[in-house]
Every structure is written in structure tokens, then in C-alpha cells.
């Protein structure tokens, strides 16, 4: 009999458990929490609905849809891949922020109302930006700190929109809205927004990645975007606002990750460049976008991990992840460039590979939906996608022997080829036989990708930008050089803002602390002597002598006495 059992809470469980055990056996015990949840993932039959009360409201903590299932499949399934990539790793931080970050994944994935949404969301923001803090360098607490200003900003704005949601409805059960329905659903799709890496508002992702942990990267790259999508997917269907914007993040992320220096950091443009491709799909909101995005989702997050536990490896092995600094490892890191030229292979959409049998969905409802342009833009990107991450990326980690070359290389160990190596393998098994991931997705369809006019598209799109890159590549060598972002405008403006919010407000609550104290000191000093207070606003013509200066006693007594008789004369009058 099936466990109704949310599966958020067998990955948080480990949060108790984990802290209890030898420290030497956490990294092997991390592995039983996700694959529980993976088998109740498997395990929970669709349609199955738990709930329970809260206040006047009714919480919706279980519910099973197949677009549910098929994030939570993927989610569990790479939580335990990243596991068996962190096995050598001994950090009980890092083991729980990982745990408490992809159960709040799985408890956004399979809840039915806001309120859980949101805790699990804000539990989301917590756990990530532990991993970025984990690394401590100074680097990564200011860029975990911008992280976590970014999460909490998009969280305020779905906090905002369910709260004007639950009181104009009152409801908090999970809809989906109509363009432009209310205001309350433009705050909470501006939040989703901001966790999706949305241009603009994208900046948090190729700042912050880059200077995490080894292992914290390679987590980081699998949930809070893909979460972003799967709820843009239950909420927003069918916004056409979402094309613009998943087309301009499928171009925008392509075109930086070409300019970055940074191994993980071109890797971190590219999310957003992936990520683009999904909300585009969600945005032209038919069954087949549905079911692209959906698929894309599930493909993204194994290939893309696999991609960063190749640049991690790199890390670990040299010291280092800037192209500039790498070079000739070909021969000395064969199984790792294997690796990571699967997952390359299979985010540019090559043939018989992950990524080909997803993005030609998203592509080909594009053009169901006779949106042309936006089609050929995705395709653009996909040239893009290719020639940074498929060729230039690998070419100058591995091969270019202009580079430094490292003498001294530390073993990678066997946990992180193990994961590249069932990642790889899942990669190329879902590539050959598509069926197995389409009968999980929302929808029935009906598409084959192995068509020749596909397959011509793709291998066309592979052949000619390679041939491109080979005959410029000598006037490409990558150079150390930082490329401005949007991040720059808040960053330049920071110390003006700081000295105008802080430096200014500290300045005034100071000068009125300084007064205040003058004022207190001037009444004590004032009610201890008001002669010689008063003495002060004339020039003195001698020395004080308080014999001479002082009042006689009878003229205190005397005016006590005037003020008593008016005080009675006026009281009887």
C-alpha cells in the first residue's frame, strides 16, 4: 500500500538524522534521503490529494499531478546524484543546506496552495545561500549576501501577491491565472520571475554561482530556476508576455556566456539561456509547449549538472576555473572531458543525445503556434549554446596548449566520476529511447524527433559552427577580463545609496543624540545654580563670589510666599 507522504518530509528528516551520525559514514547515509523520496515519488499514485487545516483556510500539503511527478522525478533523482558527487566530501553544513534546499524543491513541486509554496520557496532561498557561504571566501559571502537580497526581494513580491490574492478570493489553493487577470498575479509572477533569472532580473545567478562550493554549484544548478519553471507552468500558461521574455533570456544568457572567462560561470549564463527556451514554451502555452518545457526541465537539470561537475572537477584538480589559467588537461583528465562532452553534446541538441529530443519539442510547438520568429531566435540561441559551451569552453579547458600547464593535478575522486559517469549515462539512454521520458510527461503526444528534416537541422547547426569557430579560434583566446552586467548599475550606485540611507541617517540620529545630552546637561546645570546661569548673558565686571552673588535667603521665602497668596486669591476668586 502506497505512502501518502509528502516527500519533502523524508528529505528534511535527514536534516535530524544526518548530525546524529559518525561523521565518516553522513556522506554515504545522505544517499538514503533521496532515494526515499524518489521511490515515494514513484510510489504516490496521481490524483492523490492530502490536505489539512489551517486557520480558516484549507492546506493542500500533497498533491499528485503528472507535471508534478515528472519535476519530482527529476528533482530526487538528481539530489542523489549530487550526493554520490559529494560523497568525498565531509561538510555536515553543506550535506544539510543541500537536503533542506532540494526538499523544498520537492515540497514546491507537489503542494496545492500558496502558503506552503511560499515557506518551502523562502526554505528554498535559506538552504542555496548556505552553499554559496559554505565556500568562505570573501567573494562568496558578498556575493551569498546580493543572493540572498535577491531571493528575499522576489519572495516579498509573492508574499504581496498571494496575501491580495487569499483576500480577493478567499481562497489559497493554487490557480492558474488568465493574462493580466488581477494585480495580485502580477506581484507573484514578477517573484517567480526574479527565482527564473528573468532579464533583468538575473544577475543573482552568474554572480553568486561561480563562487559557491564544488559540490554547492553543481546543486544550485538543478532546483531554484527549474522551480521557477514548473510554477510559471501551473500558474501562467499561455502568457504571451513569457515569449518575449524567455526569448530575450535564450539570447541574452547565450551572448554573456560567450564573453565570460570563468568555466562556471559561462555555465551559469547558460542556465539562463536554457531556462529562457522553458518560459518561452510556457508562455506559448499549448499541450505540446507544456510538455516541452516540462521535458526540457527534466533533460536540463541532468545534462547542466553534469556540465558543472565537470568544471568542479576541473576546480578541484587544478585550483583554478578561469580559461585563461587552463589548458592542455586533455590527456591527463580523459574521463572528465568524456563526461563533460556528453553533456555538451547533449545541451547543443546533438543527435542521440538528452538534449535533441527535448529542445526540438519547445522549437516545433513554436512553430505549431506560428511563432515564427520566435522560433528562428531559439534556433539562433542554439548555434550560440554550441559554440560556447560545445566547443570554445572544452577546446580551451583541454586542449589550447597556449595555456598554463599544470604540473601537479590532485586526483579527482571517485564519487564525482561515478556521478558524471551515471549522469552521462542517463543522458545518452533518454537521448536514444525518448519514449522513456515522454510517457511521463502532462500531456499525451504524438512526436518523433528522429525525422530527417530535424536530424538535417541539428547536425547543420553542429557542422557549421564548428567550422566557424576552427577558422577564428586563434583570434579568440580568452582573456581575464570582467564583462559588465546589469549587476553594474547597483553595484556603482551602492555607495551613494549607502551614504544617503545609512551614512546620512546615522549622521542625523547622531547629531540628535549629541543634542540631546547638551540639552540634559544644560537643564541639570541650569537647575543646580540659575544665578550663575543667568550671570553668563551679561558681561561680568569681576570674579563670581557667592557671598555677594548669591540672593539672601528672605528673597527665595518671599517669593514662595508672593506666589502662594496670588495661587489662594485666585483659587476663592
Not at 527549474?226 to 539570447?251: C, D, Q, R
Not at 513554436?366 to 577546446?395: D, H, Q
Not at 556521478?419 to 552521462?424: I, L
Not at 517669593?559 to 476668586?573: G, H, K, N, P, R
Amino acid at each position: 500500500m502506497p505512502i501518502e507522504l509528502p516527500p519533502v518530509l523524508v528529505m528534511w528528516l535527514g536534516l535530524v538524522l544526518l548530525p546524529l551520525l559518525p561523521k565518516n559514514i553522513r556522506p554515504a547515509a545522505f544517499l538514503a534521503f533521496p532515494l526515499a523520496a524518489l521511490i515515494l515519488v514513484l510510489t504516490i499514485p496521481l490524483g492523490t490529494v492530502v490536505t489539512m487545516p489551517f486557520a480558516t483556510y484549507e492546506l493542500v500539503v500533497l498533491e499528485v499531478t503528472q507535471i508534478s511527478r515528472v519535476f519530482g522525478i527529476i528533482f530526487a533523482l538528481i539530489a542523489f546524484l549530487c550526493g554520490v558527487y559529494a560523497l568525498h566530501m565531509r561538510d555536515t553544513g553543506q550535506q544539510a543546506a543541500a537536503l533542506l534546499y532540494s526538499g523544498g524543491a520537492l515540497g514546491v513541486t507537489f503542494c496545492g496552495d500558496f502558503f506552503t509554496l511560499l515557506v518551502c520557496w523562502e526554505v528554498m532561498a535559506a538552504g542555496s545561500t548556505y552553499l554559496i557561504w559554505a565556500r568562505r571566501s570573501d567573494a562568496a559571502q558578498r556575493a551569498g549576501m546580493r543572493y540572498l537580497l535577491y531571493h528575499l526581494l522576489g519572495g516579498s513580491f509573492l508574499l504581496a501577491g498571494i496575501v491580495i490574492h487569499a483576500q480577493t478570493t478567499g481562497s489559497l489553493l493554487l490557480t492558474t491565472f488568465t493574462p493580466g487577470e488581477s494585480f495580485a498575479s502580477w506581484l507573484i509572477l514578477i517573484g517567480v520571475l526574479i527565482n527564473a533569472a528573468a532579464v533583468p532580473l538575473h544577475a543573482w545567478l552568474p554572480d553568486s554561482y561561480p563562487k559557491a562550493t564544488i559540490t554547492g554549484t553543481v546543486i544550485l544548478s538543478a532546483f531554484t530556476t527549474k522551480t521557477a519553471v514548473y510554477v510559471l507552468a501551473i500558474l501562467f500558461p499561455g502568457w504571451p508576455l513569457l515569449i518575449y521574455i524567455g526569448v530575450a533570456m535564450a539570447l541574452y544568457g547565450v551572448s554573456y556566456a560567450f564573453l565570460a572567462n570563468d568555466i562556471r560561470e559561462i555555465l551559469s549564463y547558460h542556465i539562463i539561456s536554457q531556462v529562457g527556451f522553458m518560459v518561452a514554451a510556457v508562455g506559448i502555452g499549448t499541450e505540446l509547449a507544456i510538455n516541452g518545457a516540462a521535458a526540457f526541465a527534466f533533460s536540463n537539470i541532468l545534462y547542466k549538472s553534469l556540465m558543472f561537475m565537470g568544471a568542479g572537477a576541473v576546480l578541484y584538480a587544478t585550483g583554478t576555473s578561469k580559461l585563461s589559467e587552463l589548458g592542455a588537461l586533455a590527456s591527463r583528465m580523459r574521463w572528465v572531458l568524456i563526461f563533460y562532452m556528453v553533456g555538451a553534446l547533449s545541451i547543443s541538441g546533438a543527435p542521440l543525445f538528452m538534449g535533441f529530443v527535448t529542445k526540438t519539442i519547445i522549437i516545433t510547438s513554436a512553430g505549431e503556434s506560428y511563432y515564427y520568429v520566435a522560433k528562428f531566435l531559439l534556433i539562433l540561441a542554439s548555434v550560440g549554446t554550441f559554440l560556447s559551451v560545445g566547443i570554445k569552453l572544452p577546446y580551451y579547458t583541454w586542449y589550447h596548449e597556449e595555456k598554463v600547464h599544470h604540473k601537479e593535478l590532485k586526483p579527482v575522486p571517485t564519487g564525482m566520476i561515478a556521478a558524471m559517469a551515471a549522469t552521462s549515462l542517463l543522458c545518452i539512454v533518454y537521448g536514444i529511447f525518448p519514449g522513456l521520458l515522454y510517457q511521463e510527461l502532462p500531456y499525451d503526444m504524438i512526436f518523433k524527433p528522429f525525422t530527417f528534416p530535424l536530424l538535417v537541422e541539428s547536425t547543420q547547426i553542429l557542422i557549421f559552427t564548428f567550422l566557424g569557430f576552427w577558422y577564428v579560434r586563434h583570434k579568440m583566446t580568452p582573456k581575464d577580463y570582467i564583462s559588465l552586467d546589469v549587476d553594474w548599475f547597483y553595484r556603482k550606485a551602492a555607495p551613494y545609496f549607502r551614504r544617503v540611507f545609512v551614512g546620512w541617517v546615522n549622521a542625523f540620529f547622531d547629531a540628535s543624540e549629541r543634542m540631546g545630552f547638551r540639552f540634559a546637561d544644560y537643564v541639570s546645570y541650569l537647575s543646580s545654580d540659575p544665578v550663575q546661569v543667568l550671570r553668563k548673558f551679561r558681561a561680568p565686571s569681576r570674579d563670581f563670589d557667592a557671598d555677594v552673588d548669591r540672593p539672601p535667603l528672605s528673597t527665595p521665602i518671599m517669593v514662595t510666599l508672593l506666589l502662594t497668596v496670588l495661587v489662594a486669591a485666585w483659587s476663592l476668586w
